[in-house]
Nanobody, 124 residues
Framework: QVQLVESGGGLVQAGGSLRLSCAASGRISSPYAMGWFRQAPGKEREFVASISWSGAATSYAASVKGRFTLSRDNAKKTVYLQMNSLKPEDTAVYYC?????????????????WGQGTQVTVSS
């Protein structure tokens, strides 16, 4: 069984930064891409960013491109989402997910494992 645990969420003022981490435990038998999604109250879960198994390829939602950076450390089975220049509209629960394929994936349906989520609140 694979478990994903997010950390690093919290309350920050607009313009501030946070770094989210997602640590994987258990056994994933194949190379896997990782992604972050978020869900604001009353809204559907939406794609934020994805990174390939090697880390060489990344993809970002237009709303976060240039502000968020996704990286990974496979030795630690951990991915990091650096979020800069945060805006109130970034407020949401952020979920980490793993996809049992090597390339980036933008759709929720591609992902096989999910974390419980971490709250990010950006005040104006």
């Amino acid at each position: 069984q694979v478990q994903l645990v997010e950390s690093g969420g919290g309350l920050v003022q607009a313009g501030g930064s946070l770094r989210l981490s997602c640590a994987a435990s258990g056994r994933i038998s194949s190379p896997y891409a990782m992604g972050w999604f978020r869900q604001a109250p009353g809204k559907e879960r939406e794609f934020v960013a994805s990174i390939s198994w090697s880390g060489a390829a990344t993809s970002y939602a237009a709303s976060v491109k240039g502000r968020f950076t996704l990286s990974r450390d496979n030795a630690k089975k951990t991915v990091y989402l650096q979020m800069n220049s945060l805006k109130p509209e970034d407020t949401a629960v952020y979920y980490c997910a793993a996809d049992r394929s090597a390339g980036v994936a933008l759709s929720i349906v591609n992902y096989d494992y999910w974390g419980q989520g971490t709250q990010v609140t950006v005040s104006s």
